[in-house]
């Protein structure tokens, strides 16, 4: 009797974790993610120059990802499973990063505190940076990341905004 018992509350710890808890978490960071973009964008002070993104989501796949969600729900509903809708619980932060790039790639640029290029990069975390070209930028940031910006504008005022920065020169 003792061992069928200890069964049953595997089993019962199995799925609440499975069926509350997992989704719970999978929604607690699909929405920090969005809070978290906001803050940074806030962050981030007056722009000084826009950059076209590259890492941009198409809105075809956007709105795949969108049919795929409704579709999933619909069909948890209709067969009466739980695992069809937490199937679609795990593609909240899928669909949530897709959405938040889209509507945040007007804004990719250099700020007064930072860069925003899907994230937002303040400007102590950049390492160092050169200009290759005329019209070209390259950043190296303290991770060891190298981030290429091509065909920018008013790229003397975002030297002039990183040697204001303290950001060093590198050959």
Not at 51 to 80: G, H, M, Q
Request: charged fraction near 20%; include cysteine.
């Amino acid at each position: 009797m003792d061992f069928n018992l200890f069964v049953y509350k595997i089993i019962t710890i199995f799925l609440v974790y499975k069926a509350i808890i997992l989704p719970l978490c999978v929604v607690g960071m699909a929405l920090y993610q969005i809070l978290s973009r906001r803050k940074n964008l806030s962050d981030a002070g007056k722009n000084y120059v826009i950059i076209p993104s590259k890492n941009s989501t198409s809105a075809f796949l956007l709105y795949l990802y969108l049919f795929a969600l409704i579709l999933i729900v619909i069909l948890s509903f209709l067969v009466k499973s739980t695992e069809y809708l937490i199937f679609s619980l795990v593609l909240l932060p899928i669909l949530s990063s897709a959405f938040s790039s889209k509507s945040y790639e007007h804004i990719c640029g250099f700020y007064e505190n930072g860069i925003i290029n899907g994230n937002f990069i303040p400007w102590k975390k950049i390492h160092s940076w050169k200009r290759p070209s005329e019209d070209t930028l390259i950043l190296l940031d303290k991770d060891g990341q190298a981030l290429k910006y091509d065909r920018i504008k008013n790229i003397d005022e975002v030297i002039q905004l990183l040697k204001n920065n303290n950001v060093p020169f590198r050959e």
